[in-house]
């Protein structure tokens, strides 16, 4: 990765993605491949006058060794250190940083998927202060994708390399214009000049039309449409995710019903699940099939409750520059912003009106999906049609063709 | 790195190094060259039932950045992070794995060395429990020497790699051995029953004379002779280090009168020190040089009131495996099994009997010295001689010419 290259991700990152300022604390998390960058960025936060940088590398390998090795009876441990650990992250609000892009893309192929899922679960209630600070917006977080040989490889073909992948997610990521800072923040508003104008739909439901598909997802009264920046209570401004191409909103779980179909493959738990089929009803995924890891999508339902329920929806206008790219990523980061999708488990709080006062129990009875886990899945493509309906049942077209109308 | 060694070098650690059973849970630390041999100790560890293997990386380079860029207000900054986890380290009782080899030996070369001390001190503070719990044997814990091409180059020469080094290592560790376990418990025992034959003689004062040196050392009633290993409450027999040669205790700080040279150069906060001079005067450094590194020497003095002020006083035969490779390892964990040593900083409770059960401030008042800090520094050579002093002033010749006698 080019020096230069690295600086201006280390900007777009601590000035737009986080707001790093004087007295931020930032922890990082990101693969051994993303080392340099991560030190680059360390560097600038240093700079910008952050009080403590702390990294934290990703080691699916000890993950594997975990799943495949541990005696059955300590899957379920949670460690002490990871609840901790997210207590003070939270309590100190320290602004949270995460690399996408795996060293080994295969880590965790083949491995026992129910053994991986408890793991996985035991690993989601520990760390549930942080997930929960995030989702509610009470600290500043970011996820950026950033390239590794193995899944330039994955991604762009056996020859393809991290500097490959890089000139890709640079223009993806809008780094390779004259101002990226300053793009950045000029798509985000236009995301939320569209959040604003369905917001003033008063939508009461989606209708999701496409091959193999269609899906009605119901909006509650609460519902709020959102994409691109976020802010903290303390007044931090953060993209929760670059790249962001999509307009979102956290449905009433109870109201969907009918059938999608996956049209990007995801990877859950570290497995591939390609081709996947859901069926809801009364707000719950009743049948999974897929055509690859329906293994892995089935002991993913099977979390807790909240597993087999939407707690996202997501408008992607399918000729953005993922989209079009073509490229199947193999990275819910960037996939996710190339269609429409939704998401299984837990909500967005700030999506959902009033959601961030209330407990866990509360969320549950008005609709709101609590869960451990979120899951996105990638349902839009150039052949879907949107259709919302408000109040009065009036059928409003969104999307025709995979674009916006 | 063999895997067959990998292996031999993971049961050694696991079964002798720190007794890994049913139930343990492991904190590995080591820097990133150590990672697939710290992935093979994991595996061997679940092999043996542990219930959880954490491994926490090294990173010199960022602790390079904040030395260099951070604003001068943070860098007292102790993190609440490092405090949590190491209160959990010791009420969860977890073992404690440390791979010592730098990946660059090089990397704090340079830096500020007030402001090393300073995050250093603040470092010292937020795991003062881990350290308090390692010192008093409550934990399981061991430290052991990995090779890196780096270490290799410094210590063998610019076209040494590690591979070269681990030969080497291997030797050292009795991982050569047809049975290394076994030959590393044997060894433990010759060194046990040395300490008691020093326990027998009742000593009340040390003098080491030497090339430049005529430094006497006083002995507490209650300071005791150990070595080799020890044990936690709960029973799990230990190795603190692996290779140990030394036979130590725990001195009685305010008698120590005269003067020192160090014989083999130590690593203080990354800067390499060599040739250094002390002057003792009434148990306290009142003065101090160096050949190279003095500042870091200065600076380390001045962590805190007991970093002038000993801790532990080790007897070493020269004529063991590590002294007889002529080699200059530069790493305190080898080198001071070369030689007879002193360390300034905290002292070892089990070496001074009754001390696990008093406060700091009941530890100063009696002779045991408290710090932070603790850093051994090799004062003995092929041409000196330890006399021990009993009680009734009797002098007792314990080393001539570097050997016991």
Known sequence: MKESL????????LDVGLGVREGTKLRMVGAMPH??????????????????????????????????????EYLDEATLLLERESDVLVAERWSYLRLVGDEEPDAMEGADQARLTRIQRARGKAVVALRSARMASRIAWC???AATDAWARKSLGPGADSEELWDIL????????????????????????RSSALDSLGLRE????????????????????LGGADKTPDGEVFMPNIPTEETFSTPDFRGTEGRAVMTRPVRIHGSLVEGGHLRFDGGRVVEASADRGAEALRTFLDTDEGSRRLGEVALVDSANPIGKSGIVFDSPLIDENAACHIALGCGYDPG???????????????????????????????QMDVTGLDFSGRRIPLIRGGSFV
């Open 6 to 13: 690295k600086r201006i991700f280390a900007a777009v990152a």
């Open 35 to 72: 080392r340099e960058l991560m030190h680059a960025i360390a560097r600038g936060a240093y700079e910008r006058g952050a009080s403590l940088v702390d990294i934290q590398y990703d080691d699916q390998q000890l993950a594997r060794i975990r799943a495949d090795e541990s005696r059955d």
């Open 143 to 145: 996820v950026m994708p």
């Open 170 to 193: 640079a223009t993806i990521l809008r780094l390779d214009r004259p101002d990226p800072a300053a793009e950045l923040r000029a798509h985000v508003e236009s995301i939320q000049a």
């Open 206 to 225: 989606l209708h999701f039309e496409g091959p193999g598909t269609d899906l009605r997802v119901s909006l509650a009264n609460e519902s709020r449409w």
């Open 352 to 382: 959902f009106e009033g959601a961030q006062a209330w407990s866990d129990a509360e969320k549950t009875t008005r609709g709101f999906n609590v869960s451990l886990v979120h899951e996105d899945l990638m349902i839009g493509s150039p």
